[in-house]
């Protein structure tokens, strides 16, 4: 079965420290991983996707197919950065279902 | 910049009427999503337009809810009856591609139900 895997509901660091959010997924085929990001009051957003291989925001995400993880990093936090963080694999399929984790609430404190 | 647009904002229903919800994808754009999140929850995949054709609706409750897209433009998610636990964020979201390049999803305001 197709399922996404967002370990830490919660998740506080400091201004300055690295962070780190985990995801987890189990899919058959090639799924393409997508990270998207909620600010408080605004719509959900695309932060960033593994073919792009780019940072965003100094955001970076590196694809482990062995380990199955797709975990979002950043090594010096931003108080803007305090946010709802969804993974989200893109099934290999013709049609390309998109499926969200649960979601981590990072906050970072100044 | 184009937008998904979602109406209405919010909608306050007694159980057991009918809703209605619409939403109007980017210029262009093929794949059309509807997604529920309940508070505290991702957002779950409703059901998928290619076009104007489902291609994915394995998690709509179709004995409730029902989805169109007539002329694969705009979109129409109802409920009917609604329930208790419809109470839920409605989010559209529409993609440009469904695979390779272009598949960033794009995503509504959405609509805020609360069934009384």
């Known amino acids: 079965a197709q399922r996404v895997t967002q370990p830490e509901k919660l998740l506080s660091v400091f201004k300055g420290a690295p962070v780190e959010l985990k995801c987890n997924y189990s899919?058959?085929?090639?799924?393409?991983l997508f990270w998207y990001v909620q600010y408080s009051r605004q719509r959900l957003q695309l932060l960033l996707r593994?073919?792009s291989r780019e940072s965003i925001k100094g955001f970076t995400a590196d694809l482990n197919k062995g380990e199955t993880s797709f975990h979002l990093k950043k090594p010096f936090a931003q108080e803007e950065d305090s946010a709802m963080y969804y993974c989200?694999?893109?099934?290999?399929?013709?049609?390309?279902?998109?499926?969200f984790g649960q979601g981590t609430i990072l906050t970072v404190h100044p | 910049e184009a937008e998904v647009a979602q109406s209405p904002r919010y909608k306050i229903t007694e159980k057991s009427q009918a809703v209605a919800f619409w939403c109007d994808p980017i210029?262009?754009?093929?794949?059309l999503y509807w997604y529920r999140q309940i508070l505290g929850q991702g957002p779950e995949l409703l059901v998928q337009?290619?076009?104007?054709?489902?291609?994915?609706d394995s998690q709509l409750p179709k004995d409730r809810f029902s989805a169109e897209r007539l002329k694969g433009v705009d979109s129409t998610l109802k409920i009917q009856p609604a329930e208790l636990g419809d109470s839920a964020m409605y989010l559209c979201?529409?993609?440009?591609?469904?695979?390779?390049?272009?598949?960033?999803?794009?995503f509504g305001q959405g609509t805020r139900l609360t069934v009384v």
């Open positions: 979201a529409s993609s440009l591609a469904r695979t390779g390049h272009n598949t960033e999803a794009f």
């Open positions: 899919y058959s085929g090639s799924p393409e």
């Open positions: 593994h073919i």
């Open positions: 989200a694999p893109k099934s290999g399929t013709s049609y390309g279902k998109l499926t």
């Open positions: 210029s262009g754009h093929a794949t």
């Open positions: 337009f290619q076009d104007e054709s489902v291609v994915d």
